[in-house]
């Protein structure tokens, strides 16, 4: 599980887009928004990782943004399997930096042994701790501009850039 959070932030953190996407149309810099395109690549490998245990890995990976006085909210989410996460998050105190930001990530698998009914009684939840990552390819970005990975929903003219 530990590889999975650790992919999952960091490919998220990277914030790549490919030459034809919104970036390159000049909506975000190259480099600084994720795609759905980008989020399915990430999600994919994410089940690769996985494999052979598991096809259904719960996979979550979030923007959360720090403000001026020090309130992390999540500006945008993706997930498989499982729900996102709430609005406000607690963050360790040493990523609560004013007007920062950072990617979180989750991932869990639901694991029952082969003899699971006869030593426990229900299947076991392996992983689910979250996992931080400073963005490493970001602009500026929204009212504080925050230094930030933008989220690009949708493509061509109905796409649309989240950030906060």
Request: charged share 15%; aromatic share 4%; glycine share 8%.
């Amino acid at each position: 599980m530990t590889q999975l959070n650790r992919a999952l932030v960091d490919l998220a953190a990277q914030g790549n887009l490919p030459p034809d996407s919104a970036a390159a149309s000049g909506s975000a810099p190259r480099g600084t928004a994720l795609s759905d395109a980008d989020v399915d690549t990430i999600f994919l490998v994410g089940q690769m990782i996985m494999a052979p245990f598991t096809t259904t890995p719960r996979m979550m990976f979030a923007s959360v943004t720090v403000d001026d006085k020090g309130v992390a909210k999540v500006c945008w989410s993706a997930q498989r399997n499982t729900t996102a996460p709430p609005t406000n998050v607690i963050l360790p105190a040493g990523l609560l930096l004013p007007k920062t930001s950072v990617i979180m990530a989750e991932a869990s698998h639901v694991y029952e042994p082969f003899l699971g009914k006869l030593v426990f009684k229900d299947a076991l939840t392996l992983g689910g701790d979250r996992i931080y990552m400073r963005p490493r390819m970001a602009a500026k970005a929204g009212a504080l501009s925050i230094e930030q990975v933008a989220r690009i929903q949708g493509t061509g003219s109905a796409a649309k850039t989240i950030v906060c």
